[in-house]
């Protein structure tokens, strides 16, 4: 869990991100929380899913936690691209529409990069949305092992 909060936060600051954003200011800070949010969060989560796998079978279980890891990153990544590729068209349509009725000034100087900033904001909001729902994931199954078994009661034979 601890690691999930920063790596929400930091993806929910950079859906901020416009084209007036600087570096410094929304890119570095969301970066060093999700750099740091990974790191606090991989280990334990692959610790957990390791948890209770016999000895015998530690190699395929390691290994199918590696492939499903690189399988939903590059499935993350398909689902992302596509957002920004369906924002970033509707931001164009919509900057063509007010080109077209001579509202050029409300999108500035450079409409390309308003198009691509929203693109790209809309992703981050979509992977901010993905992350919470991974930590609710992770409160509800912790919170699963950790409420009290029903005792059984003794069978004789």
């Keep these: 869990m601890a690691g999930l ?11 901020q991100i416009s084209p007036a954003t600087s570096y410094a200011s929304g890119v570095l800070g969301p970066m060093l929380l999700l750099g740091t949010g990974m790191g606090l ?4 989560l692959t610790m957990a899913s390791l948890h209770g796998v016999a000895a015998a079978d530690s190699g395929a ?3 199918m936690v590696n492939v499903m ?16 590729g369906g924002a970033t ?3 164009a349509r919509h900057a063509l529409a007010l080109r077209t009725t001579h ?8 409409p390309v990069h308003q198009i691509v900033t929203h693109g790209m904001a809309s992703s981050f909001t979509v992977a901010a949305v993905f992350d919470a729902v991974a930590l ?3 409160v509800l199954v912790l919170r699963m092992r950790q409420a009290p078994q029903p005792a059984r009661a003794a069978t004789s034979e």
């Design 5 to 15: 909060v920063p790596v929400v936060a930091g993806m929910t600051w950079l859906a």
């Design 41 to 44: 969060a991989f280990v334990p």
């Design 69 to 84: 890891q690189q399988v939903g990153g590059s499935l993350g990544l398909a689902i992302l691209v596509t957002v920004f």
């Design 103 to 110: 509202h050029v000034t409300a999108l500035g100087a450079q």
């Design 89 to 91: 068209r509707a931001a």
């Design 61 to 63: 279980a390691a290994s």
């Design 136 to 138: 609710v994931l992770v």
